[in-house]
Structure formats: structure tokens, C-alpha cells
């Protein structure tokens, strides 16, 4: 072993000479002390959601907040105190808001404290684990296969010491890092082990620049915020030039201060109902609710919009190890080869196993079985890599005898065609694991390492499967989401654990080393084919972009090294909170009870929000589109426009506020649709059109009929009990197919309205009263045809023009 000073400052661009002794004691609890006092501390927070402040402020300062806000100020001042009840509106959407996103902020934040990194540092000679905002300047960290390296920092020991990074350099190979070489945070250990000296923490380190730039809260691309952002944009652009018209019409002939304060309260209430303002308000409370919900059944969602991305994949590929199989595994049997003795054979998987100070789960199976027996002296070693395949180590044994070892797949260890495979192939079709113990016969670094290996054991290992992993497929068969198990270990083997499972295709078990290298033959072989053997972590990365270069959404799943490149070029990551470092730090959900069963959770939990946003964003899209219509045919015709603020907050509360909240948060299992944007505009453009037709028609019809000096208030009457009915009919579309609480909600909608005619003070609150009969029931009539229209017309539209 080799060491270097831990607490010596250290120049990261030049190394210092690298002594050779005894390990470092590491820094002492005084050196920790000064250090801290210093601020020589990895301060950098972890960041899985955005800040409090963040969250205020996305919350309270909108474009749509800022035009409501100025128009409630203007309504304070002008107008009574029923034609300003938008802005309290506002400000209680507003508060629901932050109040939901705080809540999903706490759950984030404590899940994330749960499965959060703990390094171990050697402090003192004596090594424990510490949270990683505790390292300090000049840390002795210990690393080993799996761990992610939290710091940058110089290799002060290295055994067999390799290190991916793929994630910063886009370098696919392995770097072999010896004492003196640097290490990167952000990098994680794919083989062997030692530990590094912490150069640069904190906010100087390589992956907390990173981190600066890029926030993990918005990593994952969403196709709803990103379809509703542009929907907005739009409504933007439409409402300025209308708006401006509403108001020089409006206010053009008004010369007395009643009639102007009047004019100018009907403008207001031409331009509030203009603005969707509750649709961003209630996609981010469906987010935050989803994470609430999950995050009690301990999934950890790292990236928001992850839980929408996961309800649009159609393609999972699973890792077989620790995905559909538990982590831990029992030694079943050992067999001898060729006459070897079955008691030195035993002496030479405890000296295997003790040799290796972290153990991955075969050889953590065979050190429970066989432990070391301390009489044999381990002089070098090779550790285990998913490349390779094989772990190997060098013996003095207590004779004084000395002797080399490997331990690996068989398939590999040995070539094609070895009378031992035909045994091996026997077993992993029961869906045993087997690994090979051969005696080498060459140098641990010799490139040759495997040929002449003599095969002196076959160990055989029984994976135990997940209880619910059957069911858990058969979900996502049912849901038309195709399965892919794709996993390092013998394809026999793999096949018979998914055929035990009952995945399809599973006894058309592919090795992997027959995949065509080009991606268009790789992707057609994916699509032919359900369950790959022999998978290298390169070939895993390889087959999520085949499939995703056929059009497909891709899940990877997924717990050790081998699977980190697939999980971070995947759609969505899921990994296993008992996974590797590395693994739980590139993917965007983590399952921190370990149970592959949570992910049909997540996949509902998705489309809920996907398909309610849907159906909720269609309910104030039609509103928007009818007060646009409505103002731009008001300009035209030169006349009052026909409803005051309190008119429309009535109308938006009962049919598009109240509803959509409840509708927003439903039950949904609809499997989620592409083209958010141009889904809910095929709707929304002809039940805006319909309504502010209708509604108009009813509003020009009324200013004929009523004569007198409460003329105007019977035309609004009339004209907001048309808009009412059909608003009403729109709403009992989007609740389809019906439920007792959605035929419930409905109801109550309607009730409300109803109360507001027959209830004397509601009436003169709202400025309401219907007078006489025959333009009341007009208004009945226009609504009825309207909605019979804009039933036929709904229905012409999803058939002729489908998503």
C-alpha cells in the first residue's frame, strides 16, 4: 500500500511525491477543527427541489400575476367590492400553491436526507461514515466499487483502482488511477478500492460548478409544462391587441365619472377571464401532490417532472440483479473439478473473499458460506469489474507455498467449447448462478491472465427472487409497456429467472456478444427479442439509445456500477435506494424501500397528472377563447360589453375554479397521450367559439327586447345564464365517464348557480335578476342548441382529428 500526507496541502495541478509506508491515520480531530473554523468545509447543499425562496417567487411573480394584480388595484379604487372578488382569487391560488410546493419540498428534502451519500472518512486512524457537507480539506476518503466520489481530490491509496468518468468526460472507458493521480467528484469507482485526499471542496469542486449551471430540479424534460409554456405565450400575444381594443371602445364616449367607473369595471371584466390563471397554478399542485404521495410510499422523486415522464414510457429495462432478484444470495453448492479437494477448495474461496474489502453479492454469499481461515496471506489482487467479469487475487499460503486465483463467469474464464460449460449451461437453466474458481497460471497484470487458467470448482449460487416482482411485470404488460431484461450474468441463467417470472420471449434468451455493433440492426434484434444475457455496462447504454432511436421512451432500472451509463442516457432512471452511490446519483427516482413493486405507483401517479392537467387545462382554455371572441366581437359591434368582473369570478369559481381542483387530483389510469398542446386546443378553440357565439347571439337578442333604465343589467342577466349553461355543459364533457363525485360535483356546481338566482341578497351581490320569462328562456334555448352542437362537434373532432 502506498500513502499520502493527509494533511499536507496539496497542489491538485502538480502532485506531490507519493511516500511509500504504512496507510495514513488520516486528519486528526484538531486538523478537522482548524479546518472548519477556516470554512475549509463541502459546504455545498444538496439541492433536491428548489429553494423557499424559489418557490415564492415562481409562485407570486408571474406575467399573469402582474396583469391581474394591476387590474385588481384599478378595481379597488373604482368599482364596489364584488367586482374585485378575481384578485382574493388570485391570492388564495397563490397561497394553495406555495403552500403544496413547501409541502413537497419537505418530503423531498427529508427522502433525500434518507438516501443521501454518507462517505467514509479516515479521521484518526479510525474510519465512519459522515454526511458529505462534514468533509473538509485534506479528508482522507475511502472509495470502493459503486462509490461516487463526492470531492475532487489526489489518490492517496490505490488497489486496483478504476474510475469512470464518463459523466464529466464523456470518456466511456475506465481511467486506472494510481496514488498521485487526480480524482474528479462526479466520477464514481467502477473496480478496485484505496482512498483520496480532498482537495477542492465545497463550491470549487468540478461537480459543484456543475451544479451551478445546471439546478436538478428541471433536468427532466416535460412535455407538459413545456406544451402549457407555449400555450401561454400565445394567450399573450392574443391578449394585448384585444385588450387594448376592449378599452378604447369602452372608454371612448364615457365623459361622467359614474358612466366611466362603470365602462372601466366592464373593461377589467372583458380582460381578467382572458388569462388562465389557475392552469400553472393547478400543474404545479398536481406535481407537488404526486410527490407527497409518493414520497410516502419512500420514492424518492429527484427531478419533478420525472413522475410524468415515467406515465409516457412504453419500454423498461430492467437489471436482473437487485431489480427482479433480491440483492443477497445463498451458496447452494460447491462442486470440485477434475479431483480437486474439496477442503483446500473451501480454504480458497474464504482467502477470495477476505481478500476483497468490498464484496459485491456472489462474493458476499461465499464469505458467509466459507469464511477465511487467517493462515493465507493475500499478496495481490484483482478486483471484480462488470467488464471483465472475473475478480482474481495472488496467495502465500501457510506452507509457503504461493498460488493465483480467479473467480468469474465461466463462459468467460473458459473458451468455447470446454467440456465444463455443458455442466455450467445444466444449472443456469434451472436459473442458478454459476461462478468458476480456476487456478491461474500467469501474472494477475498479464493481458493473457485467463488462457491456461486450469477450472478447479464450479460454485453454485441461488438468487432469491423479489416477492412481487411477477406481479409487477404483469403490470406493465397490462399496460402495454414492454419489458427488457437486460443483465450482466449468463443468458441461460437470465432466462430462466425471467421465464420463472413469466416474462414473455424469455425462452428466446439472446447473449449479448451476438448484438450487431450498427444501432439500426441492434434496435431491430431489441424489438425481436425480450430477455439479453452477458451485458456489458457499455452494451447497456448502447441498447437504451437503439430503442430510443426507434421512437421509444425508455425507463432503465437498475442498482450497481455496471448500470450507471444506461440509467443517465435513459428517458427516466429509477434506481434502488440500496443501489451504488453512483446509481442513485444519476437517476431521476429512487426507490428507497427497495421494491421494484413501487413503480406501477409512480407509473399511476403520472398518468394521473398527465391525463387531469389535460382535462382541466381544456376547461380554462375554452374560457380564454370565448373572452377574446367575446371582446373582439364587442369592439366590432360597439357596445357595452356585457358582463362586470363579479359575473365572471362567479362563473369561473363554479365552473372552471371549484371543479378543476377536484378533476386536477382524480384517480386517472388513462395511459398517457403525446401532444399535450395540440390535444387541448382541438377542443378548447371550438367550445370557445361555440360559447361566445351563443353567449353574443343572447346578449344582442336582450338589448332588443329590454326597454327601461335597468336594461343593461337584465342583457347581462340573460347573457351570463347562456355562458353559465354552456360553460356547465363543457364541464360535464371534460368529467366523463362519470362517477357518483363527479356526477356529485356537477350538481353542486349547478346548485350554486341556482342559489345565486333565487336567494335576494345573492342577487343584488352578483348584480343577477332574471326578468321576466321570455328572454330567460331564450337564453335556456340558445344555451341547449349550443351545447347540442358542441356535443356533435366534440365528437366529430375526436374521431376526425385523434391525438
Not at 384578485?87 to 418530503?107: D, H, M, S, W
Not at 431489441?526 to 426507434?550: E, I
Amino acid at each position: 500500500m502506498t500513502h499520502i500526507d493527509a494533511g499536507a496541502e496539496l497542489d491538485p495541478v502538480h502532485p506531490v511525491p507519493i511516500p511509500r509506508g504504512k496507510p495514513s491515520p488520516g486528519l486528526t480531530a484538531a486538523e478537522v477543527a482548524r479546518r472548519v473554523a477556516r470554512g475549509e468545509v463541502n459546504d455545498v447543499p444538496v439541492r433536491s427541489s428548489r429553494s423557499t425562496v424559489d418557490i415564492i417567487r415562481a409562485n407570486v411573480f408571474t406575467r399573469f400575476n402582474a396583469i391581474i394584480g394591476v387590474l385588481w388595484l384599478i378595481m379597488l379604487f373604482v368599482a364596489p367590492f364584488q367586482d374585485s372578488l378575481f384578485g382574493y382569487v388570485i391570492l388564495a391560488n397563490t397561497g394553495i400553491g406555495i403552500i403544496q410546493e413547501l409541502r413537497a419540498k419537505k418530503t423531498l428534502d427529508s427522502l433525500a436526507l434518507i438516501g443521501e451519500a454518507r462517505p467514509t472518512v479516515r479521521r484518526d486512524g479510525v474510519t465512519a461514515e459522515i454526511s458529505t457537507s462534514e468533509i473538509v480539506l485534506g479528508d482522507l476518503i475511502e472509495i470502493g466499487p459503486g462509490d461516487k466520489i463526492v470531492v475532487d481530490g489526489a489518490v492517496a491509496e490505490a488497489d486496483g483502482l478504476e474510475i469512470d468518468e464518463s459523466l464529466l468526460t464523456g470518456e466511456a472507458d475506465p481511467v486506472v488511477k494510481n496514488p498521485g493521480d487526480q480524482v474528479m467528484s462526479g466520477s464514481f469507482v467502477v473496480a478496485g478500492g484505496g482512498a483520496f485526499t480532498a482537495v477542492k471542496v465545497g463550491r470549487e469542486a468540478y461537480a459543484a460548478q456543475l451544479a451551478e449551471e445546471a439546478s436538478r430540479f428541471t433536468l427532466v424534460h416535460s412535455e407538459l409544462r413545456t406544451g402549457i409554456s407555449t400555450i401561454l405565450k400565445y394567450v399573450t400575444w392574443m391578449m394585448i391587441p384585444t385588450a387594448l381594443g376592449l378599452i378604447i371602445s369602452q372608454l371612448a364616449d364615457e365623459t361622467d365619472d359614474s358612466g366611466f367607473k362603470d365602462a372601466l369595471a366592464r373593461t377589467v371584466g372583458g380582460i381578467v377571464p382572458m388569462v388562465p390563471e389557475g392552469l400553472v397554478l393547478l400543474t404545479s399542485v398536481a406535481f407537488a401532490i404526486g410527490v407527497i404521495r409518493l414520497g410516502r410510499k419512500q420514492c424518492l422523486v429527484q427531478e419533478l417532472p420525472a413522475i410524468e415522464g415515467l406515465a409516457r414510457v412504453d419500454t423498461v429495462c430492467l437489471d436482473k440483479t437487485g431489480t427482479l432478484t433480491e440483492g443477497g444470495m445463498d451458496v447452494t453448492e460447491v462442486r470440485a473439478l477434475d479431483g480437486a479437494d474439496g477442503t483446500y477448495v473451501r480454504k480458497v474461496l474464504g482467502a477470495l473473499g477476505e481478500s476483497d474489502p468490498r464484496p459485491n453479492a456472489s462474493l458476499q454469499a461465499i464469505i458467509d458460506a466459507y469464511p477465511d481461515s487467517d493462515e493465507w496471506r493475500c499478496t495481490e489482487s484483482l478486483p471484480f469489474s462488470s467488464a471483465r467479469k472475473y475478480s482474481g487475487a495472488s496467495f502465500s499460503e501457510g506452507n509457503g507455498e504461493s498460488s493465483s486465483w480467479l473467480l468469474g463467469a465461466p463462459d468467460v474464464l473458459l473458451p468455447d467449447g470446454h467440456p465444463t460449460l455443458a455442466e455450467t449451461e445444466q444449472l443456469n437453466e434451472q436459473g442458478l448462478r454459476v461462478l468458476l474458481l480456476t487456478r491461474a497460471v500467469r501474472e494477475l497484470d498479464d493481458p493473457e491472465l485467463t488462457h491456461g487458467a486450469r477450472p478447479t470448482a464450479l460454485v453454485v449460487l441461488e438468487q432469491r427472487l423479489r416477492p412481487d416482482a411477477a406481479d409487477t411485470l404483469r403490470y406493465f404488460a397490462d399496460q402495454n409497456v414492454r419489458a427488457k431484461v437486460i443483465s450482466g450474468d449468463n443468458a441461460v441463467s437470465v432466462g430462466a429467472v425471467a421465464a420463472k417470472l413469466g416474462v414473455p420471449g424469455a425462452e428466446n434468451t439472446l447473449d449479448a456478444r451476438q448484438l450487431p455493433q450498427a444501432r439500426p440492426e441492434m434496435a431491430q434484434v431489441l424489438d425481436d427479442h425480450t430477455v439479453f444475457g452477458r451485458v456489458t455496462p457499455q452494451q447497456k447504454r448502447d441498447m437504451v439509445g437503439a430503442l430510443q432511436s426507434r421512437g421509444h421512451t425508455v425507463a432503465m432500472t437498475g442498482d450497481g456500477v455496471n448500470d450507471v451509463l444506461a440509467l443517465k442516457d435513459a428517458d427516466i432512471g429509477v434506481a434502488m435506494g440500496s443501489g451504488s452511490e453512483a446509481s442513485r446519483a444519476v437517476a431521476q427516482i429512487v426507490l428507497l424501500n427497495n421494491s421494484f413493486a413501487t413503480l406501477p405507483s409512480v407509473v399511476a401517479e403520472g398518468r394521473r397528472v398527465i391525463g387531469n392537467i389535460t382535462r382541466v387545462a381544456t376547461l380554462f382554455l375554452v374560457k380564454t377563447v370565448y373572452s377574446v371572441l367575446l371582446a373582439i366581437m364587442v369592439v366590432c359591434a360597439q357596445v357595452e360589453y356585457p358582463f362586470l368582473p363579479r359575473h365572471l369570478t362567479l362563473l369561473s369559481t363554479l365552473t372552471i375554479g371549484v371543479p378543476a381542483f377536484f378533476l386536477a387530483l382524480a384517480p386517472n389510469k388513462e395511459r398517457a397521450q403525446p401532444h399535450f398542446v395540440r390535444r387541448v386546443m382541438r377542443y378548447a378553440i371550438p367550445g370557445g367559439i361555440l360559447a361566445a357565439t351563443a353567449t353574443f347571439a343572447t346578449y344582442l337578442l336582450a338589448r332588443h327586447h329590454y326597454t327601461g333604465p335597468d336594461e343593461l343589467d337584465a342583457e347581462t342577466s340573460a347573457a351570463t345564464l347562456t355562458l353559465f349553461l354552456i360553460a356547465m355543459w363543457v364541464l360535464a364533457i371534460i368529467a366523463r365517464p362519470y362517477t357518483w363525485w363527479r356526477i356529485g360535483l356537477v350538481a353542486a356546481m349547478g346548485t350554486g348557480f341556482l342559489l345565486v338566482l333565487v336567494v335576494p341578497w345573492l342577487q343584488h351581490f352578483f348584480a343577477l335578476k332574471l326578468v321576466g320569462t321570455t328572454m330567460p328562456w331564450g337564453a335556456v334555448a340558445i344555451a341547449a342548441v349550443a351545447a347540442a352542437a358542441l356535443e356533435f362537434l366534440w365528437r366529430w373532432v375526436g374521431r376526425r382529428f385523434p391525438a
